[in-house]
């Protein structure tokens, strides 16, 4: 009887040791991914004191890009200084974000596209989720009211962007209604909460159910833009602004895409959302054309033989097809957030390997970038603009990640 206690004692201790073996790897991998963080963004805040001024990326010879607060990347220099802050607990970061998310103040009264509940959400947003800061929820209400000033009775949704021409230059697009769109309802979602507005909620509703109707495909891919007729409601044209073809799935769109269902459900529980993020979340991970390490082409259906000619820049910068990092950072996050609500299938494991691999794989390398996270993901091919580069918002689905990654 003893001998089997000690034996059984053994395998326990065994089984332990293997385990926090195991474990050890990741939790190591990311602990050193925040001591990089605090190092490159303390960097990039020695370059960029004012809050007006906010990081985004690295140009041509990798100097630290930063845009204004109307720009629609304005909200996760902020964002990324709160998960710094609830992610190490050191009272700095706080100071910081505080002072990063308060400059976007006047952003609360803009209706001028649909960014705004980044912008937001993202600043203010997670300053009430991580300071209990009671004081940033009238700013959510005011974001949201600015919002809905966007949704359209006739068309059923919100407009994203005003008037503008396709990448081309040529196609016009007059309500042009983005899958990134999805990323907004979180902000009326949670203004909906604060308020006991049942606007805001039904306005994201109504938008969600709106967008899967006329976004997306049979295999549950996604058009990048939809746009309508706002006299009718009529669908005009569903293209491409930022992917490869009109008909193609740009990776980032995708991402959006899943985490948009997963925080619809996270917020009504309504089942169909669930069963929709789990089919975008097929066709993400069952996808031939995913790489091995899980860190998708910026789009999914590229190809070099399909290379735009139109497209402007030059083709021999870009010898392979980019990865498209900050496609992967969504998604490992919006995965950690379905494994929450089904648990049997997987998803925590893909978006724990998805981390892991940006981790490793897609860090920046700080001899020609010193101010961001990861690299090498990609803004917009077609307009030639921030091709293999690191992004602000890759590092603050990075940071969500890990943070989701320590919950389970
Ligand atoms: N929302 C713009 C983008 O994903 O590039």
Known sequence: MNYFKSLF????????????????????????????????????????????????????????????????TSGFFAGNLWYMYKLTGEEKWKNEAVRWTEALDTIQYWSGNHDVGFMIGDSYGL?????????????????????????????????????????????????????DNMMNLELLFEASKISGNQRYYDVAVTHANTTMKNHYRPDYSCYHVVDYDEKTGEVKDKATCQGF????????GQAWGLYGYVLCYRYTKDAKYLDF???????????????????????????????NPEWKYNKADYPVIPRDASAAAITSSALFELATYVTDKGYREKATDMLMSLANNYKADPANNK?????????????????????????YYFLEAIDRYRNM
């Open 245 to 252: 073809t009109d008909e193609s799935s740009w990776a980032r």
């Open 127 to 179: 300053g009430i989720r991580f300071d209990n800061r009671k004081q940033y929820e009238p700013v959510m209400v005011q974001t949201a009211e600015s919002l809905c000033k966007r949704f359209n009775e006739t068309t059923q949704c919100l407009e994203s962007w005003n008037y503008r021409k396709a990448w081309d230059g040529k196609t016009e697009w007059f309500f042009p209604v983005i899958i």
């Open 9 to 72: 004692s053994v395998c326990a201790v065994l089984a332990l040791f293997s385990c926090s073996q195991q474990q050890r790897p990741e939790t190591n991998v990311l602990d050193e991914s925040l001591t990089f963080a605090d190092q490159q963004f303390s960097n990039a805040m020695q370059i960029t004191s004012d809050p007006n001024k906010i990081p985004r990326t690295l140009d041509k010879n990798r100097d630290l890009t930063t845009v204004g607060i109307y720009n629609w």
């Open 371 to 395: 101010y961001f996270i990861l690299d090498h993901s990609v803004g917009s091919l077609p307009h030639s603009a921030e091709i293999d580069v690191p992004l602000v918002y890759a590092d």
């Open 277 to 307: 993020a789990e089919k975008i979340a097929s066709f993400i991970l069952d996808n031939p054309r995913l790489p091995k390490d899980l860190v998708p082409y910026w789009d999914y259906n590229a190809n070099m033989d399909g290379w």
